[in-house]
Nanobody, 127 residues
Framework: QVQLVESGGGPVQAGGSLRLSCAAS????????MGWFRQAPGKEREFVAV????????AYADSVKGRFTISRDHAKNTVYLQMNSLKPEDTAVYYC????????????????????WGQGTQVTVSS
C-alpha cells in the first residue's frame, strides 16, 4: 500500500504562486511514477501533470503548460507541483496519485489509470 498526503493549498490571488507537496509513505515511493490531478466543483477530475520514477519526462495538461512544474525529491519521498501565474480557472481540489509503476503509461491522463490517491488539497484563486 502507498499512502499519499497533499499539502500546500490555500487561497491566492490571480497571478500568484503556490507549491503543492505530496508526501508518500508505505511502499517504495522512489520506484513510482507520480501524477497530479484536479477537480473543480461540478466537473470531472482532470489531469494536470505526471513525472516518471526518476524525475524524467514530465508531462503537462495544455492548460497548465508553461505555468506549472512537477518535480520530486526521493530523499523526502515527496513530489511537488509548483504553480505560477495562477488563474481563477485553476481553482480546484488538487490530488496526487500513483499506479505503482516506474514509468507512466500512454494513457497517463486518465484518472482511472491510478490506484492510489491522496485526500486532496484545496486551491482557490481569486480574481
Amino acid at each position: 500500500q502507498v499512502q499519499l498526503v497533499e499539502s500546500g493549498g490555500g487561497p491566492v490571488q490571480a497571478g500568484g504562486s503556490l507549491r503543492l507537496s505530496c508526501a508518500a509513505s508505505g511502499r517504495t515511493f522512489s520506484n513510482y511514477a507520480m501524477g497530479w490531478f484536479r477537480q473543480a466543483p461540478g466537473k470531472e477530475r482532470e489531469f494536470v501533470a505526471v513525472i516518471n520514477w526518476n524525475g524524467g519526462s514530465p508531462a503537462y495538461a495544455d492548460s497548465v503548460k508553461g505555468r506549472f512544474t512537477i518535480s520530486r525529491d526521493h530523499a523526502k519521498n515527496t513530489v511537488y507541483l509548483q504553480m505560477n501565474s495562477l488563474k481563477p480557472e485553476d481553482t480546484a481540489v488538487y490530488y496526487c496519485a500513483t499506479n505503482g509503476r516506474i514509468y507512466y503509461s500512454a494513457t497517463y491522463y486518465r484518472a482511472n489509470e491510478y490506484d492510489y490517491w491522496g485526500q486532496g488539497t484545496q486551491v482557490t484563486v481569486s480574481s
